[in-house]
């Protein structure tokens, strides 16, 4: 994978999948490394996250250079590079929140030990002024009366994407899950999280019943045919397929459990042994509430 092009946000890829450089965001928080002290991202030069790395940060060029010779403390350069991707890449609240979460606890980590400097604690102080104003701001829109009007209008935007073809990149399935992650980790996500459990399943199984719908339009069966899962599963005809489209998926998926989301898993994870409690046939009315349910559930929103 090192030799591969470095992915930025104008990459094909990124314009089909949106979410993808909210979750790198995310994951770029989460290892930070107090305790090491050191840029542990930076050191996993493989995969699907050190290309985003490369994208993302213009990495092997100047700031390259900059971050070698002038940022000799890890945990402060972290923060630095945090400070500048999400200002730039992170856009979804869902994002924000995930990285002000992580921020507190590094906060937590340094206060506890001596050695870090003035500067680093001031960084992290700085960031987290940052952040809680913008977590301020997505609080105030989400307060406002249209959050219920353009929750719908990302479905309708993320299902238009779909019926008109963008995510043919993907298996059957993989369109399924392509698209709910994007609802996940953008308004439609936020509706549904700070709403009771009443208003919330009417959206997911509106959610559920588009879903169904554009399955079956796209398989060319009935709701209710059962097909082997390989037929869900099956890799689209390599003129419609991007290069980078089975990695990204795994990408995002990368979160899941084999016991406890098995449809998400065996879809973005490609294993050679499924898990036991995904099925070897199934239908469209199963595979899109399996989907819903996995991925907004009160636990993973």
Not at 8 to 16: A, G, K, P, Y
Not at 154 to 177: D, H, I, M, P
Not at 232 to 240: D, E, H, I, V
Not at 248 to 275: M, T
């Amino acid at each position: 994978m090192n030799d591969l092009a470095p992915i930025t946000r104008d990459s094909e890829i990124c314009q089909v999948l949106s979410s993808l450089p909210e979750k790198f965001i995310v994951d770029f928080a989460n290892g930070i490394d107090v305790a090491r002290d050191h840029l542990r991202v930076q050191r996993q030069r493989t995969g699907m996250g050190a290309r985003f790395y490369d994208g993302f940060t213009g990495q092997g060029a100047r700031r390259q250079a900059e971050i070698n010779a002038s940022l000799i403390d890890g945990v402060e350069g972290s923060l630095i590079w945090l400070g500048e991707l999400t200002e730039s890449l992170a856009l979804s609240n869902y994002a924000i929140v995930k990285v002000n979460e992580r921020l507190s606890v590094i906060t937590q980590n340094v206060t506890t030990l001596a050695h870090y400097s003035a500067n680093t604690r001031q960084q992290l102080q700085k960031l987290s002024t940052d952040l809680n104003k913008r977590c301020d701001q997505l609080s105030q829109q989400i307060d406002r009366i249209d959050f219920e009007q353009r929750a719908e209008r990302q479905l309708e935007q993320v299902f238009n994407k779909w019926s008109a073809g963008r995510f043919n990149t993907f298996s059957l399935a993989g369109r399924c899950y392509a698209a709910m992650e994007e609802l996940r980790w953008g308004v439609f996500g936020d509706y549904c999280r700070v709403h009771d459990n009443q208003i919330r399943q009417g959206f997911l199984g509106d959610l559920a019943n588009r879903a169904i719908s554009q399955l079956t339009n796209d398989a060319r069966i009935e709701a209710a045919e059962r097909s082997d899962m390989t037929f869900w599963l099956a890799k689209p005809t390599a003129r419609t397929q991007l290069p980078d489209a089975t990695d990204a998926l795994a990408y995002l998926g990368d979160w899941s459990n084999s016991e406890v989301q098995p449809f998400v898993f065996s879809i973005s994870q490609l294993p050679e042994q499924r898990p036991l409690k995904f099925p070897n046939r199934c239908n469209a009315n199963r595979l899109a509430p399996a989907l819903v349910s996995e991925l907004f559930s009160e636990q993973y929103l």
